[in-house]
């Protein structure tokens, strides 16, 4: 097979498909099944958790079945700095890109796994390249790591959902803040519910261009007598100009926490006040700088001053550390409802402060319920986010 493909379409192929080829385990994960077609050329991995099918536009003038497994280093290695067209040349077991001849392994076919079978996809959620890495980056804010704890269920993405694709609902926790997030109709007592790994999401969203169009879907591999539950994967399709990416990702068995016991009602905050996010991440950053290097913690208080019919209210917020101290105060008066208490010091950590901020453009509410109580902050009707304090007496 014999095409033209321009050197970053192919670097950007190769980089999504290495994040998910490799395991120390198998060597013949850390390959790429190349496969040739009329329409271009397919470029497929897995590391048994998640599959990346990745289709290159480039019609080939024939096409002979040829196919190789390459070693996704070497692959990359060859086209990361390419510019330009590329004339690319399939043979059996041989792949060409310009003047790279990279040789395939011919032992491992025999092993090399295949996508599970599965049934057909139910569509849930579409958005664009732009929006689906905004909300990945949401994500990633409020959730853990994988390797940072031994509990899964925070390293990964909550989606709720139903089959119709009516709506969704997404949510993640880190145990200490969360971010909920909803779309489309509200979901009725039949949603399902799955959770999707946050490290095959990052990795998605990082191959999204921000022009292309990403689509979330679920499927199930059907049951048989060695798989008696259908195991439920779910498929993101990236359509752009140049091709489209397929993932297939297993999701995370056990329960989700029950975010809704720990996401405050608004109508029980003490007191709301309305905010830019533009001044609260500005705040934030101004803050951190002056916080204690282990913790972080920065202080926000709601005072009440003036007298008569005009009370003046005020935000102060406060850090103070070996570093030094900062103090900055906001008028609050008019911005917001708000309840008649006062809200004694309460502390939290400016990092997730400021990635709370950092969530939209648009005015965001700030609930505050009292001391060591959760503060609620709402970007619109449908977005929430939970942020717990710092207990910094223990």
Request: glycine content about 8%.
């Amino acid at each position: 097979m014999d095409c033209t493909i321009e050197g970053r379409t192919l670097a950007k192929a190769a980089r999504a498909v290495k994040s998910i080829a490799g395991s120390s385990y198998i060597p013949a994960l850390n390959h790429a099944r190349i496969d040739g077609s009329y329409n271009g050329l397919e470029m497929k991995a897995t590391d048994l958790e998640s599959w990346i099918e990745y289709r290159i536009d480039a019609p080939a003038g024939a096409y002979d079945g040829a196919h190789a497994f390459i070693d996704t280093d070497r692959m990359l290695g060859a086209v990361k700095s390419l510019k330009g067209s590329q004339a690319v040349r399939l043979a059996e077991g041989v792949l060409q890109i310009g003047g790279a001849v990279i040789t395939g392994a011919d032992d491992i076919e025999a092993d090399y796994p295949i996508i599970p079978a599965l049934n057909p996809c139910h569509a849930v959620m579409s958005w664009s390249g732009a929006e689906f890495k905004s909300i990945a980056k949401r994500w990633k804010a409020t959730a853990k790591k994988s390797g940072q704890t031994t509990r899964l269920t925070l390293c990964a993405v909550n989606v709720e959902y139903d089959i119709a694709g009516n709506g969704a609902r997404f949510t993640t926790t880190d145990g200490y803040s969360m971010d909920h997030e909803a779309y489309g109709a509200a979901l009725g007592p039949d949603a399902l519910a799955v959770m999707i790994p946050l490290d095959a999401l990052m990795k998605a969203a990082a191959a999204a261009g921000a022009k292309d169009t990403v689509q979330l879907g679920f499927m199930t591999s059907p049951a048989d007598r060695f798989n008696q539950h259908a195991a439920p994967y779910a498929r993101i399709r990236i359509a752009s100009s140049a091709g489209s990416i397929l993932y297939f990702i297993k999701t995370t068995d056990g329960e989700f926490p029950d975010y809704r016991r720990v996401i405050p009602k608004a109508s029980s905050a003490k007191a709301s006040i309305d905010i830019a996010p533009a001044d609260l991440e500005r705040i934030a950053s101004a803050a951190r700088e002056f916080a204690p290097s282990d913790s972080r913690a920065i202080t926000l208080t709601i005072e009440s001053g003036g007298f008569g019919s005009a009370p003046h209210r005020s935000l102060r917020i406060t850090a103070e550390s070996i570093a030094g101290a900062y103090s900055e105060v906001i008028d609050i008066i008019g911005r917001n409802q708000y309840g008649a208490d006062d809200i004694e010091p309460t502390s939290f950590s400016a990092d997730y402060l400021k990635a709370l901020a950092g969530f939209g453009s648009a005015s965001m509410s700030l609930h505050f319920q009292g001391p060591l109580q959760a503060l609620r902050i709402d970007y619109g009707p449908d977005q929430v986010a939970v942020l717990m304090p710092l207990n910094l007496k223990k």
